[in-house]
C-alpha cells in the first residue's frame, strides 16, 4: 500500500515541476513513510510520484516506483495489492516476459502491453487505485478497484489534470482550487454522499470499477469514463431458488478461505482486526488455522458495556490461539483525537468509531505491523445490517403471513433500538427519485436523508440559494445504472444501494482505508475479493435471511470456527458510543464545538447559519427530545463540527506551503537518486 499523486499538463512541452511532485508525495508520507520516488517524460508534460510502505519485494532501489517500461512508452504509479500475481508473472514469463522486479505491481505494464486494458483489469484481483500514462496514445488512465477499497482523486486547473490517493495531494498544487461545493458541504451535513464526488469544488473521485482516461487531442482534453465492472444481482426470476442450501454454504467456505489465503501473502507478518461479529472472527479463523504461526488479533474495546464487544473477541482470540492485543477507549478520549482524524479523512464522520479505528492503526503501527486482514464487505454481500432485514420485510416477503412479518419488524426495532437514528431511521423518510428508480426508498438511506430537515436550515444564506431546487436523493440516484436495478428482487436492490454510497463513501473511507493508512497500515478487506463477491450476488434472497436470521449462509459455512454465542447471536452494529450517552464524552465534544462553532469561527468559514447550529443545540438539550433525536443530532453535531475543522484545515490553510515544508522537514528532494524505476 502506498500514495500516488501525478500532474498532466495540456501543453506537453510545459514539464513538470520535479520537487511539486516530491512536495505532493511529502504530504502523504503516512501512507508510504519508506520512502519516495518521482518521474516525468521530458517533451511529454507527464510526470508521477510515489511514496512507499514496503510490504512485497522490500528491496527499495528494485521496487522504487514510478515504474517505467523500458522502451519509455509506459509509466505506471500504484497504490494497493495485487494477489495471485506470483501465478499471473509465472505465465507472463512463460510468454517471454521479463521482470526487473518482485513487485507485484510490474505485472501492469506487462499485462497492458500483451493484452490492453480491459483483458488486463479482467485478471487483477485486489485493492487496488493507479494511474498509467500511455505514450503512443498520449493518454493518461486513472483506474481504481472494484468496490472502491483504494481512494483516487482528480480534477482540472485551466492547465492540467492533477491526481492523488488524498484530497490534500491535490490541494498541494498552487493552481487547485480550495473550496466547499454547495452540494458538497449540504452531503457532508447529512453524511451521505453522491457516488463520485467530494465536499470540494471541482473534485472528483474515480468511481469504483472505472477507468477515467484523459487524452490530449488538439489542444483539448478529450475525456471518458468507462466502467469495466459493477455489482450485478441476477434478476429476481434467475435466483435460484429450490437450490440445495449446501452447494452456497459450501461454495462460500471455499472461496472465502480462498481470499483469505491470498491476503496471508507479504513479506510482513500478517495481523487481524477483531471485534465481537462474525466477519472478523471468521477471518481469524480461517487466517489462524491457514498459517503456521499464531496470528496478532487487535480489538477495540469501549468502556460502556452497551457498545463494547470484547467478551466475544476474547472469547474468539482463545479458541484460535491467537497473541491478542485489546485497545480499550473512553468516550472523551476520542473527541481529542477527532481533528487529527479528520485531517486524514477529507470528510465528516458521524460516529467517533473512526477516530477510534484511527487509534487502533497508530496500535498497530506501534507494534511494527502494517498489514491487518479485516470483515468489512461481509454485511453487504450476506445482507448483514438491519435495513435490509427491514426492506426484505416490507417489500420482499409477500409469500410470508403479514403478521409474522410485523413480529419480525418490531423485533428489529427492539433489538436495534440503541441504533435508532443512525443505522435506522427515526421515521420513515422517503423520496421520489429513489421511489420512481429502485422502487422505495432504502432504509439505509433514509436515517440520513432524514438529516436534510436539519441541514436545509444549517447551511449559510450563500449556499442556501444555490440549494434551492436541490434534491439529494435525486443527485444519488442519478449516478445508479437502471440496468443493475431492474427487476431485481427488493433485498438485491436495497443491497446495490448500500454497495454504491455507504459502502464506498463510509465503510471503506473513514471507516477504511484513510484511518488505516493514517498510521502506514495496509488493511485487507478479504470479502471484498471480487470471485467472492460475484458468488455471494447469486445467492437467493431467502438464504442470505432466512428465519430472521441474517447472514444464514454464512453463519453455516463458518458454524464449525465460530463460538455458539456468536453463531446464535444477532448482528450487533459496531459504533462508538454517541456523544449524549456519557457526560464527558458530551463534555469533550462541547469543547470541540467552542473552537469551531462560535459566531466568530462560522463567521470566518461562511459555511452554516449561526442562528441555525445554537437552535440545533437548543433542540438536542431539550427535556422533551428522545434518545432517537438525539442520536440523529449527535450526527448532524459530528458533522457541523466536521466542516469547520475540514474548511480550517484545506482551506484556509496554505496546502502547497504544508506540502513543502513536510518535504524540507522529511529530506525528501528531488534528485536522480530517487527516480523511479526502469522496468
Known amino acids: 500500500m502506498c500514495g500516488i499523486a501525478g500532474v498532466f499538463n495540456l501543453d506537453p512541452t510545459q514539464s513538470i515541476d520535479p520537487q511539486l511532485l516530491v512536495n505532493m508525495a511529502a504530504i502523504q508520507h503516512h501512507r508510504g513513510p519508506d520512502g519516495f520516488g518521482y518521474r516525468r517524460i521530458e517533451g511529454k508534460g507527464i510526470g508521477f510520484s510515489h511514496a ?10 528494485r521496487a522504487r516506483q514510478p515504474f517505467m517500461n523500458s522502451d519509455e512508452q509506459l509509466m505506471l504509479t500504484h497504490n494497493g495489492e495485487f494477489y495471485d500475481y506470483a501465478r499471473i ?49 498520449d493518454t493518461l488512465h486513472l483506474v481504481r478497484d472494484r ?40 452531503h457532508q451535513l447529512i453524511q451521505v454522499m453522491v457516488p463520485g464526488s467530494t465536499a470540494f469544488a471541482d473534485v472528483h473521485q474515480v468511481k ?53 489465503q491470498l491476503r496471508l501473502t507479504a513479506d510482513v507478518p500478517v495481523g487481524c482486526y477483531l471485534s465481537g461479529g462474525i466477519d472478523s472472527c471468521a477471518i481469524l479463523g480461517l487466517s489462524s488455522a491457514a498459517s503456521q504461526q499464531p496470528i496478532k488479533a487487535f480489538t477495540i474495546g469501549f468502556d460502556s ?64 505491523y502494517k498489514v491487518v486482514m479485516t470483515g468489512e464487505g461481509s454485511d453487504e454481500l450476506f445482507a448483514g445490517y438491519p435495513s435490509f432485514r427491514n426492506d426484505l420485510f416490507l417489500y420482499g416477503m409477500d409469500e410470508v403471513d403479514a403478521d409474522e412479518r410485523a413480529k419480525w419488524q418490531s423485533m428489529l426495532q427492539k433489538t436495534n433500538k440503541l441504533f435508532k437514528g443512525a443505522m435506522l431511521s427515526r421515521n420513515e423518510c422517503r423520496n421520489e427519485a429513489l421511489e420512481s428508480l429502485v422502487g422505495f426508498t432504502p432504509s439505509c438511506l433514509q436515517p440520513w436523508l432524514a438529516c436534510g430537515e436539519f441541514a436545509d436550515g444549517l447551511v449559510a444564506e450563500q449556499h442556501k440559494t444555490a440549494l434551492a431546487d436541490y434534491d439529494a436523493g435525486k443527485a444519488i440516484v442519478d449516478t445508479f445504472d437502471n440496468d443493475m436495478l431492474a427487476g431485481r428482487h427488493p433485498l438485491d436492490k436495497a443491497q446495490y ?52 436470521k441474517e447472514k444464514y449462509v454464512l453463519r453455516e459455512a463458518m458454524k464449525g470456527l465460530l463460538p455458539e454465542t456468536l453463531y446464535k447471536r444477532e448482528k450487533f452494529a459496531f459504533m462508538a458510543p454517541p456523544a449524549h450517552t456519557d457526560e464527558k464524552k458530551w463534555q469533550a465534544m462541547k469543547q470541540l464545538a467552542d473552537k469551531y462553532l462560535s459566531d466568530e469561527a462560522l463567521a470566518q468559514s461562511g459555511l452554516l447559519d449561526p442562528q441555525a447550529v445554537a437552535d440545533l443545540f ?14 440523529q443530532l449527535d450526527a448532524v453535531i459530528n458533522h457541523m463540527i466536521g466542516v469547520q475543522v475540514l474548511h480550517q484545515q484545506f482551506v484556509a490553510t496554505d496546502v502547497p506551503q504544508q506540502a513543502a515544508q513536510l518535504a524540507q522537514q522529511y529530506g525528501w528532494r528531488a534528485d536522480d537518486a530517487h527516480q523511479g524505476a526502469q522496468i
Open 52 to 61: 512507499r510502505l514496503s510490504i512485497i519485494d522490500l528491496n527499495e532501489q
Open 147 to 186: 468496490f472502491g477499497i483504494k481512494p483516487l482523486y482528480y480534477t482540472q486547473t485551466q492547465d492540467e489534470v492533477v491526481f492523488g490517493s488524498e484530497l490534500k495531494v491535490l490541494f498541494a498544487h498552487p493552481k487547485v482550487k480550495r473550496q466547499f461545493s454547495s452540494a458538497g458541504l449540504y
Open 618 to 631: 437548543a433542540l438536542h438539550d431539550a427535556p422533551d427530545t428522545d434518545d432517537a433525536l438525539k442520536v
Open 89 to 137: 508473472r509465472a505465465d507472463l514469463v512463460a510468454q517471454g516476459a521479463r521482470f526487473q522486479s518482485k513487485s507485484d505491481s510490474e505485472i501492469v505494464l506487462h499485462l497492458y502491453q500483451r493484452q490492453g486494458m480491459q483483458a488486463m483489469l479482467e485478471q487483477l484481483r485486489g485493492e487496488f487505485a493507479f494511474a498509467l500514462y500511455d505514450n503512443k496514445e
Open 497 to 548: 444501494v448500500w454497495i454504491k454510497t455507504m459502502l464506498e463513501g463510509q465503510i471503506l473511507t473513514w471507516g477504511g482505508d484513510r484511518v488505516d493508512m493514517a498510521n502506514s497500515m495496509e488493511a485487507r478487506p478479504a470479502f471484498l475479493d471480487h470471485h467472492l463477491a460475484e458468488f455471494a450476488f447469486n445467492i437467493p434472497p431467502h438464504l442470505r435471511i432466512k428465519d430472521n
Open 305 to 368: 458495556d452497551d457498545y463494547d464487544e470484547t467478551p466475544i473477541a476474547k472469547e474468539m482470540a482463545e479458541a484460535t490461539q491467537a497473541d491478542h492485543h485489546i485497545m480499550s477507549l473512553s468516550g472523551d478520549e476520542l473527541y481529542s483525537h477527532f481533528e487529527r482524524t479528520l485531517w486524514h479523512t477529507e470528510r465528516t464522520i458521524y460516529n467517533t468509531l473512526g477516530v477510534a479505528k484511527y487509534l487502533m492503526s497508530q496500535q498497530v503501527n506501534n507494534v511494527n
Open 208 to 260: 469504483p470499477g472505472h477507468v477515467v482516461s484523459f487524452k490530449r487531442q488538439n489542444g483539448q482534453w478529450q475525456i471518458t469514463d468507462n466502467r469495466y465492472w459493477d455489482v450485478n444481482f441476477p434478476r429476481a426470476e434467475e435466483h435460484q431458488n429450490d437450490a440445495d442450501e449446501q452447494l452456497y454454504i459450501q461454495g462460500v467456505r471455499e472461496k472465502l478461505l480462498e481470499a483469505v
